[in-house]
């Protein structure tokens, strides 16, 4: 079955550290890759999206992924994070032939102590 | 501003009533959907059309009807029949062109008196 799988459903960090959330997903053919933030209050919003060529893929406020299709793995990562990145984070696959329907994972809850 | 609407933000519903969401959208995209969103389930797919007057089930569809007459609008009801209806519903839409992302509305939080 296709899925999406998120290792860290809680994080906790403090201000400068590094970030790296997990995502992995089931198929092992030509999938699109987004990862979507939720900030407290506020809508789903698109952070980056990878559909092909590099797989290294930049994203807004400084947010990066990688994509490694031995591994099946699109992770999220942040060099250093601030306690505005406290939201929660949901990684999210389309398959192909599903009518482009987009498979989630769980989310993660990322919380940023000052 | 282009984006997409959803109102109310708050819904209150009595045991036995139908409620309808609204979802309005004005970029001009072709596909539309509707989320449900629990805590610590991720976003699940109630239905989704992707184009007028056509709409498919998703994954929890029971319990739910939706319309799309019009491309900018895609209303979902909650019937009576869905046993816990209380959640947060979002409503998304995208371009149906390849690989496109969805945008979101800032959803609708529905609670039973």
């Known amino acids: 079955a296709q899925s999406v799988s998120q290792h860290n459903h809680h994080v906790i960090l403090s201000e400068a550290a590094s970030l790296e959330l997990g995502c992995n997903y089931s198929y092992g053919g030509t999938v699109n890759l987004f990862w979507y933030v939720q900030y407290p209050g506020q809508h789903l919003q698109l952070l980056l999206k990878y559909f092909s060529g590099d797989p290294l893929v930049k994203g807004i406020k400084g947010f990066e992924a990688e994509f490694i299709k031995s591994k099946f793995s699109f992770n999220l990562r942040k060099p250093s994070v601030q306690w505005s990145d406290t939201a929660e984070y949901f990684c999210a696959v389309e398959y192909p032939g599903n009518n482009r329907k987009l498979i989630w994972g769980l989310g993660t809850s990322l919380a940023v102590n000052p | 501003d282009g984006g997409i609407t959803q109102s109310p933000k708050y819904l209150f519903r009595k045991e036995g009533q139908n409620v309808t969401l609204s979802c309005e959208q004005n970029?001009?995209?072709?596909?539309m959907y509707w989320y449900r969103q629990d805590p610590g389930q991720g976003l699940r797919l109630i239905y989704y059309?992707?184009?007028?007057?056509?709409?498919q089930k998703g994954d929890i569809a029971e319990g739910y009807s939706v319309s799309r007459e019009k491309k900018e609008s895609f209303p979902l009801t909650v019937t009576s029949a869905q046993k816990n209806p209380t959640a947060f519903y979002l409503c998304?839409?995208?371009?149906?062109?390849?690989?496109?992302?969805?945008?979101f509305g800032d959803g609708t939080r529905l609670s039973i008196l």
């Open positions: 970029l001009n995209h072709d596909a």
């Open positions: 998304a839409s995208r371009w149906t062109g390849s690989s496109q992302p969805q945008h």
């Open positions: 059309s992707q184009i007028v007057n056509d709409f």
